[in-house]
Nanobody, 124 residues
Framework: QVQLVESGGGLVQAGGSLRLSCAAS????????MGWFRRAPGKEREFVGA????????YYADSVKGRFTISRDNAKNTVYLQMNSLKPEDTAVYYC?????????????????WGQGTQVTVSS
């Protein structure tokens, strides 16, 4: 079993950048494919992107493609979400999640472990 803790959220102006971190404990993050999701006020949870368990392959939602990048540092047991060119519509609570699936899936139901979330607010 793995425990996940997100950090790095905050308030940023439109066009700015933030890097979210997802620190894992209990098991190595290299054992999982990792995903990022977000939930904006009054909206359903939304897939942001994911990274495969091995090989580094990534997959992104169209809404963030070209602006967000997921990476992992297995030595630090951490996964990152680099967010550039932020827009007010990116405002949400961001969650990282882990799945024992090898592929980078957008299906939230396939993720077994979730962090508590970190708030990202983008002002216009």
């Amino acid at each position: 079993q793995v425990q996940l803790v997100e950090s790095g959220g905050g308030l940023v102006q439109a066009g700015g950048s933030l890097r979210l971190s997802c620190a894992a404990s209990g098991r190595t993050v290299s054992s999982y494919a990792m995903g990022w999701f977000r939930r904006a006020p009054g909206k359903e949870r939304e897939f942001v992107g994911a990274i495969r368990r091995s090989g580094g392959g990534t997959y992104y939602a169209d809404s963030v493609k070209g602006r967000f990048t997921i990476s992992r540092d297995n030595a630090k047991n951490t996964v990152y979400l680099q967010m550039n060119s932020l827009k007010p519509e990116d405002t949400a609570v961001y969650y990282c999640a882990a799945t024992t699936d090898s592929l980078a899936t957008a299906q939230a139901i396939r993720y077994d472990y979730w962090g508590q979330g970190t708030q990202v607010t983008v002002s216009s």
